[in-house]
């Protein structure tokens, strides 16, 4: 989905369990997922001359919840939310900390899930890096209300 340099070191792992479905607008979804793999991405590329050791890696996790929701993880193992980030995260235009980033990224997403009839959140990993969570509603209680919402 995204575009990693095979010499960047960064890898990229898949733990979507076996035959998961969900269901949402692909392409919208696909933005979402794609936003924040690149957040993942500038952040454990940012990373790299400081902390050359260290383990670069992206995991997409996702699993149906026993309450019938969908948990999509996307976490990575760099630097992890600078402060003044977290302040305005979601928020169009005001949630960059990054040179050259326009704060739109999280932003859409949010509205992308928002409009499913879903949550994200920044979870407090216990592990160091950013992993953001997306809960998604059960099929049974999709109704007319999680309509998508296009966003130009
Ligand atoms: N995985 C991450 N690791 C560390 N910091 C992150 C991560 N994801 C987001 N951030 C921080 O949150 C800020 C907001 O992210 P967001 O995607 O909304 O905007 P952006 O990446 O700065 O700009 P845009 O996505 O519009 O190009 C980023 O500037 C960055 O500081
Ligand atoms: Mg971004």
């Known amino acids: 989905m995204v575009a990693v340099s095979p010499d ?19 392409d919208q979804f ?8 690149r957040n993942a991405i500038q952040a454990l590329e940012g990373n790299e001359a400081d902390q050359p050791s260290v383990v670069r890696r992206i995991t997409i996790a996702a699993r149906q919840e026993v309450d019938g929701e969908t948990l999509v993880i996307v976490e990575d193992t760099g630097p992890g939310l600078p402060e ?5 995260l979601f928020k169009a235009f005001t ?36 992993r953001f969570e997306i809960r998604l509603p059960s099929r049974s209680s999709l109704g007319a209300a999680a309509a998508t919402v296009p966003i130009t």
């Open 8 to 26: 960047s070191g960064i890898g990229c792992v898949n733990a979507v369990g076996e035959g998961l479905e969900v269901e949402v607008d692909p």
């Open 30 to 37: 696909h933005r979402v997922l794609v936003n924040l793999c």
């Open 84 to 88: 003044r980030a977290r302040e305005n």
């Open 95 to 130: 949630g960059s900390v990054r040179s050259g980033g326009t704060g739109l990224g999280l932003a859409i997403a949010a509205e992308i899930v928002e409009a499913h009839g879903g949550r994200i959140t920044l979870a407090d990993g216990t592990t160091p890096g950013a």
